[in-house]
């Protein structure tokens, strides 16, 4: 299995609350991202990174920031948490352009009252 | 129109069976093809790549390719119940961070 781990698993919120997720990678891979999964819709992205402090948008980007410092850690951060975000969340690893064969973490659902 | 549609299902079959899953894309551009399987609760994980126009088998799956008809599928021989999941169909245009687009899936079910 990729080492991919992320944290919290479980995250129960209340609406306005600013909620921190974090994705930790231990593969070394360049390229880093940030999925929500609902009912319907299928895996969605929210952000990605194609490397340290380089990242862009995915096409459900609003309402969420990221970060990422250092190329093992990609934080995704919900600003003011509202109950549309109420969701499971994945973080996912590639290697390279050319690999595009994504691993994915365990996710985080995340309850937000 | 959806980037990457596929049959929304459930589908079920009985074991032993061929299921067959579909996916169509509209991006004409897309080089690389995945099929994830994502059993309930669990995360995705990587069943099958395609890159050319054609049939490619690993053990009981198959994946076939025709980028003419922008359509990727993937059968399952010998269904197990084990094989009930849901089935990701994503797509990848191998530049832009390898970005992929994912379809919504379609969920198996195996009936012993």
């Known amino acids: 299995d990729a080492g991919i781990t992320q944290s919290p698993r479980h995250k129960v919120t209340e609406t306005g609350t600013p909620v921190t997720l974090r994705c930790h990678q231990t593969?070394?891979?360049?390229?880093m991202y940030w999925y929500r999964q609902d009912p319907g819709h299928g895996l969605r992205l929210i952000h990605y990174?194609?490397?340290?402090?380089?990242?862009d948008k995915g096409e459900v980007s609003d309402g969420y920031s990221v970060s990422r410092s250092k190329t093992e850690d990609f934080l995704l951060t919900l600003e003011s948490a509202t109950s549309s975000q109420t969701s499971v969340y994945f973080c996912?690893?590639?290697?390279?352009?050319?690999?595009?064969?994504?691993?994915f973490g365990p996710g985080t659902r995340l309850l937000v009252l | 129109q959806k980037e990457v549609e596929q049959n929304s299902g459930p589908l079920s079959v009985p074991e032993g069976a061929i299921a067959s899953l579909n996916c169509t894309y509209s991006?004409?551009?897309?080089?690389?093809f995945f099929w994830y399987r994502q059993y309930s609760g669990k995360s995705p994980e990587l069943i099958m790549s395609?890159?050319?126009?054609g049939d490619k088998e690993d053990g009981r799956f198959t994946a076939q390719l025709n980028k003419a008809s922008q359509y990727v599928s993937l059968l399952i021989r010998d269904s197990q119940p084990s094989d009930s999941a849901t089935y990701l169909c994503?797509?990848?245009?191998?530049?832009?961070?390898?970005?992929?687009?994912f379809g919504d899936g379609t969920t198996l079910t195996v009936k012993p």
């Open positions: 990174s194609y490397g340290v402090k380089d990242t």
């Open positions: 593969e070394n891979h360049r390229y």
């Open positions: 395609i890159y050319s126009n």
């Open positions: 996912a690893i590639s290697e390279s352009l050319g690999v595009e064969t994504q691993y």
């Open positions: 991006d004409r551009v897309s080089q690389s």
């Open positions: 994503a797509v990848n245009r191998n530049t832009n961070a390898g970005k992929s687009t």
